[in-house]
């Protein structure tokens, strides 16, 4: 079936380093979500990327979908420690209305 | 503007009791989901519901049921619940298609 496998599963770093989680589809994806997650908390729509080696820009965050629309990047840039949290790339599952298959994570912790 | 609102957000069950977890929201939108996350698996669709009186399984549906009793309510019942079942369940609602999905508190259940 469907997969999105995204790596690393945990990344500890130190404020002010850079941080970097990759989403990887086994199809082609029509687009994609990301979604970030703070501790106890839900996830929360960060942004959408739909065209061909698009790339989008949220202050620190840099978003990026490949040119085979088959994976995606989220860069942040001297992490602060309000970016501790799980960061969550989501994709359409094919023929399937609004469905999204979550990837598994990337869970970022800030060391001050 | 509350947005998804989510009950109750705690939950300790016995084997085999039954309990309905409760979603309401408040932005007039046709899609609802029902996700339950478990540690490393990310966030997995139990079911779906694209509009009133419609609903559809989603990655993990066995041992669940659903009822979109209208537009605004989307609610997700254990029969018979197990101990695998114990989780975080997150209810989402969104606009039709690949849409951003809003997403409630979430329920922690836990059954012994």
């Known amino acids: 079936g469907q997969q999105v496998m995204q790596i690393p599963q945990y990344q500890h770093v130190q404020e002010g380093e850079d941080f970097t989680t990759y989403c990887n589809s086994s199809?082609?994806?029509?687009?994609i979500q990301w979604y970030k997650q703070r501790p106890g908390g839900h996830p929360v729509f960060l942004i959408q990327?739909?065209?061909?080696?698009e790339v989008k820009k949220q202050k620190r965050l840099t978003f990026q979908f490949g040119e085979a629309k088959k994976n995606s990047s989220l860069h942040i840039t001297a992490t602060q420690t309000t970016d501790v949290g799980t960061y969550f790339c989501?994709?359409?599952?094919?023929?399937?209305?609004?469905?999204?298959?979550f990837g598994q994570g990337t869970e970022l912790s800030v060391k001050p | 503007n509350a947005g998804v609102t989510q009950t109750p957000k705690f939950q300790v069950l016995k084997t085999g009791q039954s309990m309905t977890l409760q979603c309401a929201q408040d932005?007039?939108?046709?899609?609802m989901y029902w996700y339950r996350q478990d540690p490393g698996m990310g966030l997995r669709l139990i079911y779906y519901?694209?509009?009133?009186?419609?609903?559809d399984k989603g990655e993990v549906p066995n041992g669940y049921n659903v009822s979109r009793l209208n537009k605004r309510e989307f609610s997700l019942r254990l029969e018979s619940a197990a101990p695998s079942q114990t989780s975080v369940y997150f209810c989402?609602?969104?606009?039709?298609?690949?849409?951003?999905?809003?997403f409630g508190d979430g329920t922690r259940l836990s059954i012994l």
């Open positions: 989402a609602s969104s606009d039709p298609g690949f849409q951003p999905q809003h």
């Open positions: 199809t082609t994806l029509s687009n």
């Open positions: 990327l739909v065209k061909s080696g």
């Open positions: 989501a994709a359409p599952i094919y023929n399937q209305g609004g469905k999204l298959i």
């Open positions: 932005m007039n939108h046709n899609s």
């Open positions: 519901s694209a509009s009133e009186g419609t609903t």
